[in-house]
C-alpha cells in the first residue's frame, strides 16, 4: 500500500458546485498533514494545516479521520480560479516530519 | 523578500555532463529540500537539511549531491547526469520543518 494515494481525477464540477477529494495514508502514528495546491506548470502552495479534527479556511475545510485513516478537503462554491491539482502530503513514518510524502495529486476543473 | 529563488529556470543537458541546480531562501529558514517531480509520481525528495552543515538523504538521493554552508544557499550538484533524470526538480524551505514554500522551479532535460 502506498503511503499516501489519491484519486487523480479529473473532478469536473460546475462553478458554484460543492466538492470533496479523499485522501488515504497508511502511517497510522501522523500527527499533521497537509492540502497544497499545485497550479499546471508552477511551484506547489500550501492550502491547509491539518493537526487535529479538522480545519476551514474561508471556502475550504480539511477534516481529518483518525480511525479510518483519511483527509479529506471539501470546497464550497467552487470558482473558476479552483483549477488546480491538489496535493495531500502526510509525514514519513521513518524520520519524522522534515520528510514529507506527497501523494500525486487530484485534479480539479471548475467549469463555468 | 523574494522568497525562494531556484537557478536555472529551464536547462538542457546532455548525458554524462554535470551541473548544478541552484536554490537561495532570504526567509532565514532553517529547513531545506529539494524534490523532484515525475508525471504520474508525487513529489519525491533527493535531500533535505535541518541547518546550516546539516544534510541528509531523501528517498532518491543518488545521483545528486548536496552541502549547506550557510542558511540561505542549498545547491543541488548532478554528478554526472542521465536521461533518467530529466525531471522538474523542486527547492522548498521552511522555518519549522511543517509547512514549506516552493521556489519555482527547475525543468531539466537530460539528453
Known amino acids: 500500500r502506498k503511503e499516501v494515494e489519491q484519486d487523480p481525477g479529473p473532478f469536473n464540477v460546475p462553478e458554484g458546485a460543492t466538492v470533496a477529494f479523499n485522501c488515504t495514508y497508511s502511517n497510522s502514528a501522523s500527527q499533521s498533514f497537509f492540502w497544497y495546491r499545485q497550479d499546471c506548470r508552477k511551484e506547489p502552495k500550501l492550502l491547509m494545516s491539518v493537526y487535529s479534527s479538522g480545519n476551514e479556511d474561508g471556502r475550504f475545510t480539511a477534516q481529518l479521520n483518525r480511525a479510518s485513516q483519511y483527509i479529506s478537503l471539501l470546497i464550497r462554491d467552487s470558482k473558476l480560479s479552483d483549477s488546480a491539482t491538489y496535493l495531500c502530503v502526510v509525514p514519513s513514518r521513518d524520520t519524522g516530519f522534515q520528510k514529507l510524502v506527497f501523494g500525486t495529486g487530484t485534479r480539479l476543473l471548475v467549469s463555468p | 523578500n523574494a522568497g525562494v529563488t531556484q537557478t536555472p529556470k529551464f536547462q538542457v543537458l546532455k548525458t554524462g555532463q554535470s551541473m548544478t541546480l541552484q536554490c537561495a531562501q532570504d526567509m532565514n529558514h532553517e529547513y531545506m529540500s529539494w524534490y523532484r517531480q515525475d508525471p504520474g509520481m508525487g513529489l519525491r525528495l533527493i535531500h533535505y537539511s535541518v541547518g546550516a552543515g546539516i544534510t541528509d538523504q531523501g528517498e532518491v538521493p543518488n545521483g545528486y549531491n548536496v552541502s549547506r554552508s550557510t542558511t540561505e544557499d542549498f545547491p543541488l550538484r548532478l554528478l554526472s547526469a542521465a536521461p533518467s533524470q530529466t525531471s522538474v526538480y523542486f527547492c522548498?524551505?521552511?522555518?519549522?520543518?511543517?509547512?514549506?514554500?516552493f521556489g519555482s522551479g527547475t525543468r531539466l532535460t537530460v539528453v
Open positions: 522548498a524551505s521552511s522555518p519549522t520543518g511543517w509547512g514549506y514554500t
